[in-house]
C-alpha cells in the first residue's frame, strides 16, 4: 500500500513537471550536397559545412624562430606570466563611457551625503570646508573603484611582449587560421594581395595569412602602437636572428593607421584588439576608417567572454549599417542573416562564442592540446547573393548525438536560435548522418521546408550556463 502511495505521489510530481519540447521542424539536406553523398564524392563527417580543424599547431618555422630568439630567458618564468596574463586579458571588461562613469560617482557622492545627513556638498560642515569636500571625493573614488571594473590600457615592454608569446600566441594563431580556413574553404577563388592586420602584436595573424594564401599574398602592412611587440615581431619573422632576411616579403610596420583613404587592403583582421581602444568613439572611428580600406573581407575576433561578445556585437551592429547603406557588402560569416542577434535579443547572459583546438608550444613544456573560446564576425565586400549557401544555419553550441537522434542547436536564416532533433524516421539518411556528424561552429547543410507549420513546430533555446 506505502509503495503504491508513493507512485501515485511521484505521478503527480512529475505531472507539475515542465517537459522541454525540442523541435523536430521539417527541412531536408541541400541537393547538391544530397547528391554528392549519394555519388560518395565524399563521406557526411566532411561535408561542405564542416569548420572544425584538427589540433592547430603553431607552424615549425615559427617555434624554431622563437627557440632562437628566446635564448638564454627564463622560459619557466615567462611561461608562468603568460598563464597569468591570459587569465587577465580574458576576464577584462569593456571599460566604461565617461557619462557612465559620471552618473555612477553621482549615484554614490548622494548615498554618501544620504548616509551622512545632508542634501548637498555645501552642507558638509560650512560652505568653505575644502577638507570636507576633498574627503568625500576621495571616498566617491574609492567607493567607485571598489564597485566598478577599473580599466586600464595595456603597456607593453620586451619582456611582456615575451610573456605574450607564451600565455596567448598558440591560442590565437589558432583562433586566426580558424576564421582564415573558413573564409577559404568557401571562398575557393579569393586570392588575396594585400594583409592588413590592425593591433598586430608579435604577429600571429601574419602567420595565419601567409600559410593559407602566401602563394598570392604580395605585401603585409602590420599596425601596432607599441614599438617592442613590433620588434619581436620582425625578430620572428627573422628566425630568431636580427642578421638574417626576413622569411615574408614586402612585411611593412606602422605605429599608427594609415591616413590616406586610397589606401585599400583584399584582408583586413582585427584579432584581440578592440577591448585595447578607450571609449565607444574611437571604437567605432577605428572600425569606419578599416572599413574604408576594405577592398575584400574584414575580420574582427574577440575572446569568447561577455565582454568580448558585446565587442563583436556592437561592431556587428555598426558594420552592417554601413554595408546596407552602400549596398555592395554583407555579414559573411558567423551568422546566416542580418537581423539583431538572438543571444542579445533574449539576453540569457550568455555569449556567442565557438572553439577553436590548438597544441599548446613544446618549448620549456610539453604538447598539450587545448581549446580557446573566441567570438568573431566576418564582412565581405559584394553582394549576398553570390554566396548561395548563405543560409545555412549555424551550430552555435555542442552537438547532442543521442540513441537514434541528435539533437541540434542553431542559429538560422530567420534571425532565431532554434533547436532541430535530427532522427532517422523524420529526416533522410545523410541529413541523419551530417547531423551527427556536425558540432558547435560547423554549418548545417540544409534547406528550411517552409510552411504554415513552422512558427508552430520552432523554439528558442537557452544555454542555462555559461559556455
Known amino acids: 500500500m506505502l509503495h503504491f502511495k508513493n507512485a501515485l505521489l511521484l505521478r503527480n510530481v512529475l505531472r507539475t513537471v515542465p517537459v522541454r519540447r525540442w523541435s523536430t521542424f521539417p527541412v531536408h539536406l541541400d541537393d547538391k550536397i544530397n547528391q554528392a553523398l549519394e555519388n560518395e564524392q565524399y563521406k557526411p563527417k566532411a561535408h561542405p559545412g564542416k569548420t572544425r580543424l584538427t589540433p592547430i599547431e603553431l607552424p615549425e618555422r615559427i617555434r624554431k624562430a622563437i627557440r632562437n630568439a628566446v635564448n638564454d630567458k627564463e622560459i619557466s618564468n615567462l611561461i608562468e606570466e603568460g598563464m597569468q596574463l591570459d587569465r587577465y586579458l580574458f576576464a577584462r571588461k569593456i571599460p566604461l563611457e565617461q557619462k557612465e562613469v559620471y552618473l555612477a560617482k553621482k549615484d554614490i557622492e548622494k548615498e554618501i551625503l544620504r548616509r551622512e545627513g545632508v542634501r548637498h556638498v555645501s552642507e558638509l560642515d560650512g560652505v568653505d570646508n575644502s577638507r570636507a569636500k576633498e574627503g568625500l571625493k576621495q571616498e566617491v573614488a574609492s567607493t567607485f573603484h571598489r564597485k566598478n ?65 602566401k602563394k598570392s599574398l604580395y605585401e603585409y602592412f602590420l599596425v601596432d602602437e607599441c614599438g617592442d611587440m613590433n ?6 619573422l627573422r628566425d630568431g636572428n636580427e642578421s638574417k632576411n626576413m622569411t615574408l616579403k614586402n612585411v611593412f610596420y606602422r605605429q599608427f593607421l594609415p591616413a590616406s583613404d586610397e589606401f585599400k587592403s583584399h584582408l583586413i583582421l582585427s584579432a584581440f584588439t578592440l577591448n585595447e581602444l578607450p571609449d565607444l568613439k574611437s571604437r567605432l572611428d577605428t572600425l569606419l576608417t578599416l572599413w574604408k580600406k576594405c577592398d575584400g573581407y574584414m575580420v574582427l575576433i574577440e575572446n569568447g567572454s561577455n565582454a568580448g ?45 565557438f572553439v577553436a583546438n590548438y597544441r599548446s608550444m613544446d618549448i620549456g613544456q610539453n604538447k598539450q592540446d587545448n581549446k580557446v573560446l573566441f567570438s568573431y564576425v566576418v564582412f565581405k565586400k559584394g553582394s549576398r547573393d553570390d554566396d548561395k ?68 513546430n520552432t523554439s528558442d533555446f537557452s544555454d542555462g550556463e555559461k559556455q
Open 149 to 213: 571594473y577599473n580599466w586600464k590600457p595595456m603597456v607593453y615592454s620586451e619582456h611582456t611582449a615575451w610573456t605574450y608569446v607564451f600565455g596567448r600566441a598558440a591560442k590565437e594563431y589558432a583562433a586566426i587560421v580558424h576564421v582564415f580556413s573558413e573564409i577559404a574553404k568557401r571562398d575557393p577563388n579569393f586570392e588575396p594581395r594585400s594583409f592588413f592586420d590592425f593591433g598586430a602584436g608579435i604577429g600571429t595573424g601574419t602567420w595565419a595569412a601567409s600559410d593559407i594564401w
Open 231 to 236: 620588434d619581436l615581431s620582425e625578430m620572428i
Open 309 to 353: 561578445f558585446k565587442l563583436i556585437e556592437e561592431a556587428r551592429d555598426f558594420l552592417i549599417q554601413q554595408a546596407q547603406s552602400e549596398r555592395s557588402a554583407y555579414l559573411f560569416a558567423p551568422c546566416p542573416h542580418e537581423s539583431s542577434c538572438p543571444r542579445v535579443v533574449k539576453d540569457d547572459g550568455t555569449p556567442c562564442n
Open 389 to 456: 549557401t548563405i543560409n545555412w544555419p549555424r551550430m552555435v553550441r555542442p552537438t547532442q548525438v543521442r540513441t537514434r537522434h541528435t539533437r541540434c542547436k542553431l542559429c538560422t536564416h530567420r534571425g532565431k536560435l532554434e533547436e532541430l532533433v535530427v532522427t532517422k524516421a523524420k529526416h533522410s539518411k545523410f541529413t541523419y548522418r551530417c547531423a551527427r556528424k556536425s558540432d558547435w561552429g560547423d554549418r548545417m547543410p540544409i534547406e528550411f521546408v517552409e510552411n504554415e507549420c513552422d512558427s508552430k
